[in-house]
């Protein structure tokens, strides 16, 4: 897989990156989506990734939608005695849930069950990772003041086993994706972020998702500035990262593009938190990847309030001064028309994105 | 010094917050301009400079001087810069704004019933909180820059 856009993975950067730094992270994910209509997210963390830091918090997150637009979200918090994690290969357990490495990064054994939600998977890696050069080395401590790490072990997984939604188990099969991301500290505490009052850095929408498109598969994160993004440099550039693949190789990457969201509606109750019924997505490596993506958003399937967790006048200062912090996931009809190494790649169909909102408007 | 860190940080917040204002202003005041005859007059100057007084009234001066009286609170653990040196001072130069910008009004009509409730919670607080509380709802609907101010505090304040 090492090429100049990536190294070589290790089996250790997956496993626990022991970190002494007061507020460090570290989360593992996966996803998932079955033939059956299901979708599944759910998460494994070690030390809080937001405000206030909590190096000690341990707790996992299952998320259930099921065809229909009904959604299950479980989180648990566990004592740390109930909690194991290796140092030398992804073997996470979380009270009675877990993710073990069963192959190398080949092949892993998901597990998550809370009350009548959760599911029992296998994951075959089909599509290779990615991990930006100069983040996080296998195991090693990371320091402070460097980017948060995003390290991306199966970008494109077949999945098989059960799920459980509302005390009933069905066969699934699909397709999934296993990511691990780490920092030293909680997001939205350094560089350009807003100390303990907020989530992420002001005035940026993040979008995430993937495209698996015949041969190829497309894992892009991106986002645009608003007009509120930097107070230091006001025309700050549009932050992305696209990693390319065809079959189990990547052919393309790029940090040129953006992701700007359109025809706003509102989540949540009084004023509610603007999110964006239409997004185009624009990447721009010419030789490499450019086009576009139109995504129109059919529903919002997730919607967390970051602010619930503020006092009052945190609340109002970062109403008044920054914006309503959330995080969304959005189901989404895509529309892309992109050229990727000269070749023409046409697709239509459904998919979901992440996205978080750190700040007022788009 | 982390402290000092993040504090910088929220003059880059308030700055921009200001600046997103003070161009949205002058957007307004182009649209409804009756002629346009393609340059800036002397009154346009004028009124794009009282704009820019009103954004930097409504959404800087407060913010500043609670920013940095937090730092040097932080630093020499003086309440009397929070509760009586600043608020003062901004008592003053508030006294001397002939007309207060619609902005400043409305970003602090909230507070009182906030700091009311909060008051009301009784919860453990320390006396610097009580006393910024008390600012906040006794200033809330007439000082509005004080108000402000004392709820900036509160905020840095974890509150």
């Known amino acids: ?362 | 010094m982390q402290i000092n860190a993040k504090m910088a940080e929220q003059v880059g917040v308030v700055v921009c917050e200001a600046r997103e204002h003070f161009a949205d202003a002058v957007e307004e005041y182009m649209r409804n301009k009756k002629t346009d005859n393609g340059f800036v007059s002397l009154n346009d100057k004028l009124e794009i400079e009282r704009l820019f007084t009103e954004a930097v009234n409504s959404y800087i001066i407060a913010e500043l001087a609670a920013i940095v009286s937090h730092v040097i609170y932080d630093e020499l653990k003086n309440k009397e810069i929070l509760e009586k040196i600043v608020p003062a001072f901004i008592d003053q130069y508030e006294g001397t704004i002939p007309r207060l910008p619609d902005d400043l009004i409305n970003k602090t009509v909230d507070l009182t019933e906030i700091a009311n409730r909060v008051l009301e919670a009784q919860a453990n607080k320390t006396d610097i909180v009580k006393a910024l509380l008390r600012d906040v709802s006794l200033n809330a609907k007439t000082k509005h820059m004080h108000a402000s101010f004392a709820a900036c505090a509160l905020n840095f304040l974890g509150e």
């Not at chain 1, 498109?213 to 007009?227: E, K, P, Q, Y």
């Not at chain 1, 706003?264 to 450019?290: M, N, Q, S």
């Open chain 1, 1 to 362: 897989m090492a090429n100049k856009w990536s190294r070589d993975l290790a089996i250790k950067d997956d496993a626990l990156h022991p970190c002494t730094y007061p507020g460090s992270w570290e989360w593992w994910y996966l996803d998932a989506d079955f033939e059956n209509g299901y979708t599944i997210a759910g998460t494994f963390h070690y030390g809080s990734p937001r405000p206030p830091a909590n190096s000690d918090a341990r707790f996992i997150e299952i998320a259930i939608y099921d065809p229909a637009g009904n959604r299950r979200m479980t989180r648990k918090r566990y004592p740390i005695d109930k909690c194991s994690f290796s140092t030398e290969i992804c073997d996470v357990v979380i009270g009675p849930n877990f993710m073990k490495s069963v192959n190398g990064l080949e092949k892993y054994h998901m597990y998550m069950s809370e009350g009548d939600q959760g599911f029992d998977l296998t994951y075959e890696r089909l599509v290779t990772g990615y991990v930006t050069p100069g983040q996080a080395q296998p195991a090693d401590c990371y320091p402070p003041n460097t980017p948060p790490s995003w390290i991306v072990i199966m970008t494109k997984a077949k999945v098989t086993g059960t799920l459980t939604f509302d005390g009933k188990t069905m066969k699934v099969s699909g397709v999934g994706y296993h990511d691990h991301n780490l920092e030293s500290a909680p997001y939205g505490t350094k560089e350009g972020g807003i100390g303990g009052t907020a989530y992420g850095s002001v005035g940026l929408n993040l979008f995430w998702s993937k495209l698996y498109a015949g041969d190829w598969t497309i894992n892009w994160v991106c986002n645009r500035t608003t007009r509120r993004g930097g107070f230091a440099q006001s025309n700050r550039k549009s932050e992305v990262n696209v990693i390319v693949y065809k079959g189990n190789e990547i052919v393309a990457h790029t940090n040129n593009g953006y992701a700007i969201g359109s025809d706003t509606t509102t989540a949540g109750t009084g004023p509610g938190v603007e999110w964006p019924r239409h997004v185009k997505v624009v990447f721009d490596e010419p030789g490499l990847i450019e086009g576009t993506m139109e995504l129109n958003n059919v529903r919002c399937i997730e919607f967390m309030d970051l602010h619930s967790r503020f006092k009052p006048f945190q609340k109002w200062y970062t109403e008044t001064y920054i914006g309503h912090s959330a995080y969304f996931r959005h189901r989404f009809d895509y529309d892309a028309n992109l050229t990727i190494i000269g070749q023409p790649v046409k697709y239509k169909g459904p998919f979901w994105m992440e996205h978080h909102k750190y700040g007022k408007g788009y």
